[in-house]
């Protein structure tokens, strides 16, 4: 009959995703150094355990806790992202083993077997269960020494050579199959197996004597980082050791060896709630680590301007936020009333082809999977991370847009440069976007977004997909604007009011005039009680003190912990710039200059030049003393 008293741990270090069923039991490791204890899982520093030497021995502070905390007659270890396949059909691996999957869902597991009755079923024919060797060939290595020595820069092998001499001296009849495995072309590497009781206590026994002996030997002081994890390392060629031996003196072993999965996403922020039951006010920005300043300044706004009757929900969705940045932000914003999330998205745009024009960045793209990424919210706003909120957001969220995609403001700028502005352009929204009314254009900074109405419409791989279908001027706008034809709220200008830049030549009150009159009006109405102000454009007040509109911005910028941080930013701006008064003609910021291929000057990248840059790079190559001559025309001009 098939055995229920079968225990496999999931070793954890960060929240995720977890596999849940009675045979399974998360655990945190390094419970005793962490500042939070996850819920709903067990940690490791309770009872007898080496809990605090983590850093050293990763997750086998697991292994050694349920070797002396708990009675199994199985036992089995994973990984928050590595599981088990045990499936007995072989499914499709990548080239380094693992049976790649994007996450942890209810149809994957199935497929891997992992449900409980396969579990029973599978687990109790078996002494020992073990993952499939790697092919040291296909890591580029002959031997496991060779990829040791040649391959794992993190491995000293002054450490193999001192463990090797344990091993000789204490354990002598091991001597042999530490030979034997070290010289194979098959590796036994992540520390994960089911093993029946009696093999596993004798296991850990041998093993942890090994390690701690190695540990107390010596001072690891020198080590780095990743040096440090010098027992988690060795570890896993000391489990391929024990197997060779073990499969040499026990011809009668019942032994399998199963696949390894690896989970691309493990998150539970891709199943994110509501913050709060009731009056719950979703507030998604998209912002990297070098932008954090900047949002935080937004959210200082927005706070500023709430309601102790409203919760503000605010998520950040990023791809690299620091944890640290992440924690200032979070003790930043402490009210009752609001929470503020952080929603890694990353997997979305791996080996997405998206082009980043001018100055924008993949950050641009976030909004475009929030139907996927926040599944269980219908309705939500979306704000760019350069604005400032002069009145409660949750205003703004009251609004009722129907069955519409999306609620937006138009687009000031797009209706100027198509009606008299900018010929280049009316050529793009005739020939490229195809809009039956251009002037319906919106600008995508502030969003009401029907993420409901949106999950019925389009699939979120559509519209990546149709994000990378073409060269778009603005990118997300353009595509947005596209998808959103005819399902369209508009909203009061005052909601997105775009602030004046200018230079000698031209600004954005110029090109604005050129609009249909309503639209211009609308405008210059909004400009003089704004409920949302959009430093949209390169003169930002964090570079430019005294840009239009910046008191807004400084008003709330203070009162951030970035205070010191945005001022410097300006300082150093202006220090770099003959003059920080907008009106002359400003140097561009970092973030608003593109580079292009052969001049070794940055140098400023609006829409309408985009397709000057790709003639540039098409049809003069580099080398050419056509482009030579480019160089020092663009060196004179951009000067």
């Keep these: 009959m098939p055995n229920s008293n079968i225990k496999i741990f999931i070793s954890c270090h960060k929240e995720c995703t977890l596999l849940k069923n009675k045979y399974i039991y998360p655990i945190q490791v390094g419970s005793a150094l962490a500042d939070k204890r996850f819920p709903d899982m ?21 292994q050694y806790w349920a070797w002396k905390n708990v009675d199994a007659d199985y036992y089995g270890f994973m990984h ?3 599981y088990f396949s045990l499936n007995s059909m072989r ?29 029973e079923n599978i687990v109790s024919k078996y002494d020992v269960i073990t993952l499939i060797p790697n092919d040291m060939k296909s890591l580029d290595s002959d031997s496991v020494l060779d990829h040791a020595k040649n391959h794992s820069p993190y491995h000293r092998m002054e450490d193999l050579d001192e463990i090797i001499e344990i091993i000789k001296k204490k354990y002598p009849e091991y001597a042999e199959a530490t030979t034997k495995y070290l010289n194979s072309s098959k590796g036994y590497f992540c520390n994960m197996y089911i093993l029946k009781k009696e093999i596993f206590q004798k296991y850990c026994s041998w093993l942890f004597d090994i390690l701690e002996t190695h540990r107390k030997s010596k001072s690891f002081d020198d080590y780095s980082i990743d040096e440090y994890r010098v027992s988690g ?11 060779t031996y073990l499969l040499e003196h026990n011809p009668k072993l019942r032994y399998k060896e199963v696949q390894k999965t690896f989970f691309e996403k493990t998150s539970d922020d891709l199943n994110i709630s509501p913050a709060f039951a009731t009056n719950n006010i979703p507030v998604i920005f998209a912002a990297d680590d070098n932008y954090v300043s ?17 919760n503000y929900d605010i998520i950040i969705l990023n791809q690299n936020i620091s944890e640290i940045n992440q924690k200032k932000m979070q003790a930043a914003f402490t009210l009752a009333n ?15 082809s998206l082009v980043t024009p001018a100055h924008f960045t993949v950050e641009i793209y976030f909004r475009l999977v929030m139907p996927d990424v926040l599944k269980k919210y219908d309705k939500v706003i979306y704000l760019d991370s350069d604005l400032i909120l002069t009145e409660d957001i949750a205003n703004l969220y009251d609004t009722e847009i129907g069955d519409n995609l999306v609620a937006a403001v138009q687009d000031v700028d797009s209706a100027g440069c198509y009606k008299e502005f900018d010929p280049d352009r009316k050529q793009y929204f005739d020939n490229v976007l195809q809009l039956k009314d251009p002037y319906s254009y919106f600008n995508s900074g502030v969003l009401i977004m029907n993420l409901q109405e949106f999950r019925k419409t389009y699939s979120t791989e559509y519209i990546l997909k149709m994000a990378e279908s073409s060269n778009y001027i603005f990118p997300d706008q353009d595509v947005l604007n596209k998808l959103c034809e005819n399902r369209t709220y508009y909203l009061a200008p005052s909601w997105n009011t775009m602030m004046n830049h200018q230079s000698e030549t031209v600004s954005r009150l110029k090109v604005a005039k050129m609009a249909p009159r309503k639209i211009y009006l609308d405008y210059i109405e909004a400009r003089k009680h704004p409920k949302i102000v959009h430093y949209a454009g390169y003169q930002k007040p964090w570079l430019y003190f005294d840009c239009d509109m910046s008191e807004h911005f400084w008003t709330y910028a203070r009162q951030t912990i970035f205070w010191e941080d945005l ?12 003059s920080n008064v907008p009106t002359g003609n400003p140097t561009p910021a970092p973030s608003t200059v593109a580079w292009v291929e052969g001049i070794e000057e940055p140098i400023y990248l609006d829409g309408v030049m985009i397709k000057f840059i790709k003639f540039i790079n098409n049809k003069l190559p580099v080398g050419s003393s056509r482009r030579n001559c480019m160089k020092k025309i663009a060196k004179l001009f951009f000067h």
């Design 338 to 352: 609001s929470s503020i999330r952080f929603i890694n998205v990353k997997e979305y745009f791996k080996d997405r």
């Design 233 to 243: 390392f060795w570890a896993e060629r000391l489990w391929g050791i024990y197997l």
């Design 80 to 82: 928050y992202r590595r």
């Design 294 to 310: 900047i949002v935080s300044t937004a959210i200082q706004s927005l706070i500023s301007n709430g309601n102790v009757r409203n």
């Design 42 to 62: 067990l940690h490791d520093d309770v009872g007898d355990n080496i809990s605090s030497l983590n850093p050293m021995y990763c997750e086998l502070t697991a």
């Design 91 to 119: 499914l499709p691996e990548d080239p380094f083993g693992n049976i790649v999957m994007d996450n942890i869902t209810e149809e994957n597991i199935n497929k891997l077997c992992l449900d409980e009755t396969n579990i």
């Design 567 to 578: 001022l410097l930013c300006g300082i150093e701006k202006k220090a770099n710039s003959s």
